[in-house]
């Protein structure tokens, strides 16, 4: 069986500041992680995603993520927040050979000016 | 590239009405193919998900249900709807090659059961 866990609801942040959003695994096998971000009323955008190879992922808008093995977590990140970067954020796994990802249940960002 | 297509984008249907929302994706070939279903705002149900034309495989049982004519083309469905049908239904797709595969999510089509 796999899970992934987001452990904050929402995460408030001010703009120009850093932002980590959460995410914590469990999978037999290797794991095959994802971000999506999802705006109001929208479909959910691919972020970024971790398959092998180094731990830090960089991936679009200046997301960053960072694949911690013993932890087993995949927290987002980046260095500079913007309002703009306002959302609700999903992390997801795979593994096992199955090719049915597994997502969170969600972390609403809000960046504040 | 490819492109995922969902329509209608709204839709509001009284109780006990048949549903009918679809979904194409361009650009690639025998696409895996999902339904999720999003309440409140948060976090996704799978629905169903179809490996090719015809197979269809059920997540949960409800009273929708999902068929997939053609390649790239998934509808889902329902003879009657309930109001807890209300909810965000968004397609994806992914590639069939495995399990490292991303996938990419269609606009979504709000539906407001009354």
């Known amino acids: 069986a796999q899970s992934v866990a987001q452990p904050e609801d929402q995460v408030n942040v001010a703009e120009g500041n850093p932002l980590t959003v959460k995410c914590t695994y469990s999978v037999s096998g290797n794991p095959y992680l994802f971000w999506y971000v999802q705006y109001p009323n929208r479909g959910l955008q691919f972020l970024l995603k971790y398959i092998t190879g180094d731990n830090l992922v960089k991936g679009s808008y200046g997301f960053e993520a960072e694949f911690n093995k013993s932890q087993t977590s995949f927290h987002l990140k980046k260095p500079s927040a913007l309002v703009s970067d306002s959302a609700l954020y999903f992390c997801a796994v795979r593994g096992g050979g199955s090719y049915i990802p597994t997502f969170g249940r969600g972390t609403s960002l809000i960046v504040h000016p | 590239s490819q492109t995922i297509h969902q329509w209608p984008a709204t839709l509001v249907q009284p109780v006990g009405s048949p549903l009918s929302l679809e979904c194409t994706v361009e650009g690639t070939s025998n696409p895996n193919l999902y339904w999720y279903r999003q309440a409140a705002g948060r976090g996704l149900q799978l629905l169903f998900y179809?490996?090719?034309?015809?197979?269809i495989s059920s997540e949960v049982p409800q009273n929708l249900s999902a068929s997939r004519p053609q390649d790239r083309q998934f509808i889902l469905s329902s003879k009657k709807l309930l109001l807890s049908d209300s909810g965000f239904y968004l397609c994806?797709?992914?590639?069939?090659?495995?399990?490292?595969?991303?996938?990419?999510f269609g606009p979504g089509t709000r539906l407001t059961v009354l």
């Open positions: 994806a797709w992914s590639r069939t090659s495995g399990t490292t595969d991303t996938q990419y």
């Open positions: 179809s490996v090719g034309i015809g197979q």
